[in-house]
């Protein structure tokens, strides 16, 4: 079956069309096409547009994907303009994915301050909905108690208050208060895959691979637009950023960005400066860009990138120039650990902290070896520098530091020598993938688990061997559309916050549905 529909606007006019002419196949393609489009910018938008026809599975889809998704989504315009019925119906959910509820409380704000005159009288009941006894107690006393608006409301000071009195009891009688605001969230697990990017194998490469923890296999994804190994990699607000590195001829400032739901890459803003070998990190959804090498010299600049603005700026820069350097953030710090100097010709055991808020970095404790090319991660509140090398040395020793304690202690060894692996955590467990053991790259991935200090090989290695390959936690819906059996092709210009109107007023629209 091939039809071929021409639409005189958009999917506005499509989808209620389709309805009408009792063209239930296309109007099931067109609920699929906008399902595989979802994204935070959009989600509410196209989950009003379900409701209003009466698609009731592409309705409860947009719904989940907005409680999934909740952090990015309230900070677009979106939720801004919802309903108070729409706000109280997000947030009350308990399948609401949040990492902390200071971001419902802190949306539920934003929605008020927006349009303040308005809404202020909505108050009391939007506090029904946040958990205010699920916050920490530092955090009630010095940003819900300090908020003006709820300083100025008895009802929501009484709210307060319920919290203030559920932290004054023991932690073993905290269960005797039952209410739905001391019941934590349950949010819906959400499928993750393990994605590694780029890497030498053994010149820089463009492929891209995932790993399925559910169904044991990797599977190809979209290429690399041009080669790069030796980049930094990072998860950031749902998408994979590739951040520098090294193409097999020049180190690179470009930046690269993974769309898991479209299988593409998109190019954001240019580094100040070009970096290969440098480390990576996001906090306070920030990406910030450690150290390096600029293809002269070893780097201790660094620069930050904020998506939102999609610009770079340069932060205070380390102490000691750093480049196979890997970073890790824990408690609202970055650790730059490790890594090789340049000017004394030697890897590094020493490690710095950098304050966000005082702009400053200084050495903690130092690690019980040198260790360039170490495969940094962080699991469990801890940092782990896994492998690197000291030379023609490369280690297969691991170690962890406590930043309360300021103190390094060696765990389980892995079962092979590594450096230049990537690293990430998933559900509890560390992977370390790939890597080189310093006579050949390696195909491998083994992962610790903390509760047995063991580590384990996966079952199933990669299609190549990589090193300086980068990797990354990633959620793609087992329905995006580059998997799809059926596809729409458009004729029209397509922006993801604006995926209702994405045709030309003679858009055609071509879909293909096999026999």
């Given amino acids: 079956l091939n039809i071929v529909l021409t639409a005189c606007g958009s999917l506005r006019v499509l989808l209620p069309a389709?309805?009408?002419?009792?063209?239930?196949?296309?109007?099931?393609?067109?609920?699929?096409?906008?399902?595989?489009?979802?994204?935070?910018?959009?989600?509410?938008?196209?989950?009003?547009?379900?409701?209003?026809?009466?698609?009731?599975?592409?309705?409860?889809?947009?719904?989940?994907y907005a409680e999934q998704h909740f952090t990015e989504v309230v900070q677009g315009e979106e939720f801004l303009?919802?309903?108070?019925?729409?706000?109280c119906s997000l947030i009350s959910s308990d399948k609401l994915t949040v990492s902390t509820e200071e971001k419902?409380?802190?949306?539920?704000?934003?929605?008020?301050?927006?349009?303040?005159?308005?809404?202020?009288?909505?108050?009391?009941?939007?506090?029904?909905?946040?958990?205010?006894?699920?916050?920490?107690?530092d955090y009630l006393v010095q940003i819900v108690e300090e908020e003006a608006l709820i300083k100025n409301n008895n009802t929501c000071k009484d709210f307060l208050i319920e919290a203030m009195k559920y932290h004054l009891l023991p932690a073993d009688q905290r269960h005797l208060i039952k209410t739905d605001r001391t019941r934590p969230r349950t949010p819906i697990s959400i499928p993750k895959v393990m994605i590694v990017v780029g890497g030498q194998a053994p010149k820089a490469i463009r492929s891209v691979e995932c790993y399925d923890f559910q169904e044991d296999r990797w599977y190809q994804v979209a290429d690399l637009?041009?080669?790069?190994?030796?980049?930094?990699?990072?998860?950031?607000?749902?998408?994979?950023?590739?951040?520098?590195?090294?193409?097999?001829?020049?180190?690179?400032?470009?930046?690269?960005?993974?769309?898991?739901?479209?299988?593409?890459?998109?190019a954001v803003a240019n580094m100040q400066e070009r970096r290969s070998t440098?480390?990576?990190?996001?906090?306070?959804?920030?990406?910030?860009?450690?150290?390096?090498?600029?293809?002269?010299?070893?780097?201790?600049?660094?620069?930050?990138?904020?998506?939102?603005?999609?610009?770079?700026?340069?932060?205070?820069?380390?102490?000691?120039?750093?480049?196979?350097?890997?970073?890790?953030?824990?408690?609202?710090?970055?650790?730059?650990?490790?890594?090789y100097d340049g000017a004394s010709r030697q890897c590094l055991s020493t490690v710095e902290e950098y304050d966000p808020v005082s702009d400053q970095w200084c050495y903690v404790a130092d690690m019980s070896t040198r260790r360039s090319g170490a495969g940094v991660g962080v699991l469990g509140g801890q940092l782990f520098a896994a492998g690197g090398h000291d030379?023609?040395?490369?280690?297969?020793?691991?170690?962890?530091?406590?930043?309360?304690?300021?103190?390094?202690?060696?765990?389980?060894?892995?079962?092979?020598?590594?450096?230049?692996?990537?690293?990430?955590?998933?559900?509890?467990?560390?992977?370390?993938?790939?890597?080189?053991?310093?006579?050949?790259?390696?195909?491998?991935?083994?992962f610790y688990n903390p509760a047995t200090d063991k580590w384990s090989l996966i079952p199933t290695n990669m299609s190549n061997g990589r090193s300086y390959a980068g990797a990354s936690p990633l959620i793609i819906p087992p329905d995006t559309q580059y998997k799809k059996t059926r596809l729409i092709r458009v004729c029209g210009a397509y922006s993801p916050s604006h995926c209702l109107s994405f045709l030309s007023p003679s858009g055609v629209a071509v879909i293909d549905k096999p026999l």
């Fill in 81 to 87: 303009g919802l309903s108070l019925q729409q706000v």
């Fill in 225 to 266: 637009p041009s080669r790069r190994c030796r980049a930094g990699i990072v998860s950031m607000a749902g998408r994979v950023y590739a951040v520098g590195g090294f193409n097999s001829s020049l180190r690179e400032r470009t930046v690269d960005v993974y769309d898991g739901v479209r299988d593409q890459w998109s």
């Fill in 391 to 446: 030379g023609p040395l490369v280690r297969k020793s691991v170690e962890v530091y406590d930043p309360h304690t300021n103190a390094w202690r060696l765990v389980c060894d892995m079962n092979m020598c590594r450096r230049n692996a990537g690293v990430c955590a998933i559900n509890g467990l560390l992977y370390v993938i790939g890597g080189d053991d310093g006579s050949c790259n390696l195909s491998s991935v083994e």
């Fill in 104 to 137: 419902v409380f802190e949306a539920m704000i934003s929605w008020i301050k927006s349009d303040k005159p308005a809404r202020l009288e909505h108050m009391p009941k939007l506090m029904e909905h946040v958990r205010l006894p699920l916050l920490s107690r």
């Fill in 18 to 64: 389709a309805s009408l002419l009792q063209l239930m196949d296309v109007r099931q393609v067109c609920c699929e096409f906008l399902q595989s489009q979802l994204h935070p910018t959009n989600c509410l938008g196209i989950r009003a547009f379900a409701d209003l026809h009466t698609c009731t599975q592409l309705l409860g889809q947009a719904h989940a």
């Fill in 278 to 339: 440098l480390g990576a990190a996001v906090l306070a959804d920030l990406l910030y860009a450690v150290g390096g090498f600029n293809g002269s010299i070893g780097l201790s600049t660094v620069e930050v990138y904020n998506y939102k603005i999609n610009e770079w700026i340069y932060v205070a820069s380390m102490n000691t120039r750093r480049s196979s350097v890997g970073v890790g953030v824990v408690d609202g710090k970055l650790y730059a650990v490790g890594g």
